[in-house]
């Protein structure tokens, strides 16, 4: 072992590596704001889940341990569940934001700029609280994300409602326009 060390030792002064750069995080240049709007999906999901679990629990007359418990452990995934895709949706729009979208994009779409600092105010709101109006208002600025993004592309784009028990829409590319 300690021969193939120095050789490599050797090996590295003769020829050192050179650096590489790239030019950002993904130079393959592979994005979607689908995970955003799924993300945003899934708050929406957990404020539901939430608000059932509460109504549930509030409607029992007598509650023993047992519900107590159940009712605790269903609060605690869910809870977690919202804010891990809160923040989920928040990184992902900051991807779009920082790696994607240009000057010329900004140009264009000149409320892009406020919209994804809506989009991370409105997630950390969602991750603090329990308020379906801004789980629903966190949605509708990723849909807005996505509608610009696709259009960026040269996409065409529609609102569609999602294949999920939120009842609420996605936005998802159509082809070329």
């Given at each position: 072992m300690m021969l193939f060390h120095r050789l490599f030792s050797v090996m590295d002064m003769l020829h050192p590596a050179r650096v590489a750069y790239a030019h950002c995080d993904i130079p393959c240049g592979i994005y979607d704001p689908h995970l955003a709007q799924q993300a945003a999906h899934t708050v929406i999901r957990m404020v539901m889940l939430i608000e059932e679990a509460t109504a549930k629990f509030k409607a029992l007359a007598n509650p023993i341990a047992e519900d107590r418990r159940e009712f605790v452990t269903k609060l605690a995934r869910y809870t977690a569940t919202k804010e891990q895709h809160a923040e989920l949706c928040k990184?992902?729009?900051?991807?779009?934001?920082?790696?994607?979208?240009?000057?010329e994009h900004i140009q264009k779409?000149?409320?892009?700029?406020?919209?994804?600092?809506?989009?991370?105010?409105?997630?950390?709101?969602?991750?603090?609280?329990?308020?379906?109006?801004?789980?629903?208002?966190?949605?509708?600025?990723?849909?807005?994300?996505?509608?610009?993004?696709?259009?960026?592309?040269?996409?065409?784009?529609?609102?569609?409602?999602?294949?999920?028990?939120?009842?609420?829409?996605?936005?998802?590319?159509?082809?070329?326009?």
């Open positions: 990184h992902e729009v900051r991807i779009l934001w920082g790696d994607y979208f240009k000057p779409y000149p409320e892009l700029h406020e919209l994804v600092w809506k989009v991370m105010k409105l997630g950390s709101i969602a991750r603090q609280s329990v308020d379906m109006q801004t789980a629903e208002e966190l949605l509708e600025a990723a849909n807005r994300v996505a509608e610009i993004f696709w259009e960026t592309k040269g996409m065409g784009h529609a609102r569609y409602p999602a294949p999920n028990p939120t009842g609420r829409q996605t936005v998802y590319p159509t082809g070329k326009k």
